[in-house]
């Protein structure tokens, strides 16, 4: 069981969040459920942003809103004084629903289209994250066109890599990622100076990847990025008051799981931050953190209602559940491992190791290979920890499946953050 904020074992032997009782939710809200501890997500981004202000002089923590971003997140770290990160014109288009303030609103993408940058540049977003020669030529154009000026930053490999899942890796050299530090960097800065009634030279950013328990790799990105921000002054003379080192701390998905603290991350960050400034004789940028994950991701869980189980002799035990990859792609994607419990049982010992099974036409369909659960009868509720980042944002409704609701939940009261979808949610756009 991962111990994350207010989750815990009630009087009546039920798992309990944000003081609710998760058999008496699954009974009113239906499984499959995503459930949100509100007063943990609250709390992860006061940890972070007191860390920040207590570790360094001047930055700004910006949620990732690709790990779980609904209007009643954006709402939530509006409200906390985040900055928001969007990747997309429709987690834009979410913020500003929410009425997320846009000078906080941070654009990001590879492949913006020139449609997403029109939109970024008509509700004027603090800033836009810029990954290509191609796509700065397509924002001076439509900047002169529209008569504005935008304020960016460039995106580069560091060339870091960092100890992560492969796919989830982003600082390396062969990536499909921001600009190769060096000449095709140089090249995208005398871009932007060129172009100084459209555009604005903030700063850099980095993302070197997602789940990543060293801190090394992000001390070495900061001394190459400082290095070629000292590189950029020499060039050209221009100084960048910004630089924006990504996401990446990992969370606890097993018990066994030891991440930095969110405390420890930043500082370590802030110190070799400071200290490649003062090597590189920098004055020190405002330094800006993309945190998703860490933000939300024990924050969450999923409640499952336990169906079919079978034993293959010898072999295993499949318990299915009424979800699968369709609301957790990660365990297929990454060969994710989580941990889970009965919340109908959760005082129980664990009696035999389990395989859970999701309910979708694939073999693959997995979601924990090998789980100690007590005796597992159906209509038991398994609630699997550790769901909130990039489970309900990567949902899909693979074989024609609604997707779960979202619920928030605090001091004993839940609200839906998101309705379940319904068989008229599948039909809806079918011509
Ligand atoms: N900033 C940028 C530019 C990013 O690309 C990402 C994540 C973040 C911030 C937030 O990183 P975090 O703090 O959440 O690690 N779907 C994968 C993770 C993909 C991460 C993509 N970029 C997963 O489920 O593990």
Redesign the pocket.
């Known amino acids: 069981m991962i111990q994350a904020g207010t989750i815990l074992v009630n009087g009546q032997g039920h798992l309990e969040i944000g003081g609710c009782d998760t058999v008496e939710l699954a009974q009113r809200y239906g499984t499959p459920l995503y459930i949100m501890d509100e007063e943990l997500l609250r709390k992860n981004c006061r940890r972070f942003r007191n860390a920040l202000r207590q570790s360094y002089s001047h930055g700004q923590i910006i949620f990732?809103g690709?790990?779980f971003l609904v209007q009643a997140m954006a709402r939530l770290v509006g409200e906390e004084g985040l900055g928001l990160?969007v990747?997309s014109g429709g987690e834009l288009y979410t913020a500003l629903k929410a009425g997320f303030p846009t000078e906080r609103i941070f654009f990001?993408g590879n492949n913006k289209s020139v449609k997403e940058l029109a939109e970024a540049l008509d509700v004027d977003t603090g800033r836009i994250?810029v990954d290509s020669i191609m796509e700065l030529e397509e924002i001076i154009a439509l900047a002169k066109e529209k008569g504005k000026k935008a304020s960016v930053l460039l995106?580069v490999r560091p060339g870091v890599e960092a100890h992560t899942?492969e796919?989830?890796q982003?600082g390396q050299e062969d990536s499909k990622?921001g600009f190769a530090l060096g000449d095709e960097a140089l090249e995208g800065v005398n871009l932007v100076l060129s172009a100084p009634d459209q555009l604005e030279l903030a700063g850099f950013?980095c993302?070197i990847?997602?789940?990543?328990f060293q801190v090394d790799p992000f001390r070495l990105a900061a001394q190459t990025m400082l290095k070629f921000m000292a590189l950029v002054r020499e060039k050209t003379g221009f100084v960048v008051s910004q630089l924006n080192m990504?996401?990446?701390?990992?969370i606890r998905y097993r018990s066994s799981d030891a991440p930095p603290t969110i405390e420890s991350f930043v500082s370590s960050l802030a110190t070799a931050v400071t200290r490649a400034a003062k090597e590189n004789d920098f004055p020190l940028p405002e330094l800006l953190l993309?945190?998703?994950?860490?933000?939300c991701?024990e924050a969450g869980i999923t409640l499952y209602r336990v169906g079919v189980i079978k034993e293959v002799p010898g072999i295993r035990r499949y318990v299915s559940v009424d979800g699968g990859m369709m609301d957790n792609?990660?365990p297929a994607?990454?060969g994710?491992e989580y941990e889970a419990v009965l919340a109908n049982k959760a005082d129980r010992e664990g009696v035999r190791n389990v395989t859970v099974a999701g309910k979708a036409c694939e073999s693959g369909d997995i979601i924990i290979n090998e789980v100690l659960l007590p005796e597992v009868e159906k209509d038991d509720l398994l609630a699997v920890f550790s769901t909130g980042?990039?489970c309900y944002s990567?949902a899909s409704n693979y074989n024609r499946n609604p997707r779960p609701g979202v619920l928030f939940v605090r001091n004993g009261k839940a609200r839906a953050a998101v309705r379940r979808e319904t068989y008229e949610h599948l039909v809806a756009l079918d011509m």
């Open positions: 990732a690709k790990a990160d990747v990001h994250i995106r899942h796919y989830i982003t990622f950013h993302h990847g997602s789940q990543i990504g996401g990446g701390l990992g993309e945190p998703g994950r860490s933000i991701g792609i990660r994607l990454y994710a980042a990039y990567m």
